[in-house]
């Protein structure tokens, strides 16, 4: 059985405030976004003591983006661990290429026909100069793959819904459409994605 990740995508951040693609680009987290993670810590903690399981059962990786990093470590925090954990690049966020930083209602009112194309097959649809859900799922598959252990894990949106896709939880068409909420933490285990908030 593949181990048991606890997902948790990281906090509020300005550029989502402001509806910008980030893509593997970066901005700050928000002060609601340090909150979000600190309360994914919480829930992490009352979840490992309702399975009689330590924080230090657990390996630690996140995407090496910095909002990715900032919250993974506000979740350590919550925790009672030290600030030590790994880095993937291969849990980054799916690339927008040009779209990086661009609003998304800008893009709908200037890019009309790759918007359409886009929402048209989401999954195999590529930004210019950027990749697509299957793409991103192909990375994080070489990642899974590399799991040796039951694993807290800090990344994307995008990255989870591949990983829905991945874990065979729903569809590709419908894995990317789904959404992931920050504040949250999504516990994959075998073949099932729970929701605590």
Same mark, same amino acid.
């Given at each position: 059985?593949?181990?048991?990740?606890?997902?948790?995508?990281? @906090?509020? =951040?300005?550029?989502?405030?402001?509806?910008?693609?980030?893509?593997?680009?970066?901005?700050?987290?928000? @002060?609601?976004?340090?909150?979000?993670?600190?309360?994914?810590?919480?829930?992490?903690?009352?979840?490992?003591?309702?399975?009689?399981?330590?924080?230090?059962?657990?390996?630690?990786?996140?995407?090496?983006?910095?909002?990715?990093?900032?919250?993974?470590?506000?979740?350590?925090? +919550?925790?009672?661990?030290?600030?030590?954990?790994? =880095?993937?690049?291969?849990?980054?966020?799916?690339?927008?290429?040009?779209?990086?930083?661009?609003?998304?209602?800008?893009?709908?009112?200037?890019?009309? +026909?790759?918007?359409?194309?886009?929402?048209?097959?989401?999954?195999?649809?590529?930004?210019?100069?950027?990749?697509?859900?299957?793409?991103?799922?192909?990375?994080?598959?070489?990642?899974?793959? =590399?799991?040796?252990?039951?694993?807290?894990?800090?990344?994307?949106?995008?990255?989870?819904?591949?990983?829905?896709?991945?874990?065979?939880?729903?569809?590709?068409?419908?894995?990317?459409?789904?959404?992931?909420?920050?504040?949250?933490?999504?516990?994959?285990?075998?073949?099932?994605?729970?929701?605590?908030?």
């Amino acid at each position: 059985m593949k181990p048991v990740i606890y997902y948790v995508r990281h @906090g509020e =951040t300005e550029w989502n405030r402001e509806g910008r693609l980030q893509g593997q680009q970066d901005s700050r987290l928000t @002060g609601r976004g340090r909150d979000q993670a600190a309360a994914c810590g919480r829930l992490l903690r009352d979840l490992f003591r309702r399975d009689s399981r330590a924080p230090d059962d657990f390996d630690y990786i996140a995407s090496p983006l910095g909002r990715a990093r900032a919250t993974m470590v506000l979740v350590r925090q +919550a925790l009672g661990l030290d600030a030590d954990f790994r =880095t993937d690049a291969r849990l980054m966020e799916l690339a927008f290429g040009r779209w990086e930083g661009r609003v998304y209602a800008d893009l709908m009112a200037h890019e009309r +026909a790759r918007i359409a194309a886009r929402e048209h097959d989401k999954w195999n649809f590529r930004p210019p100069g950027g990749e697509s859900y299957a793409d991103l799922m192909a990375r994080l598959a070489a990642w899974r793959a =590399t799991l040796a252990r039951d694993s807290v894990v800090v990344a994307h949106g995008g990255t989870a819904r591949a990983l829905i896709a991945l874990a065979g939880i729903a569809p590709p068409e419908k894995a990317c459409a789904a959404d992931v909420d920050q504040g949250v933490v999504y516990v994959f285990a075998g073949g099932t994605l729970t929701r605590h908030a």
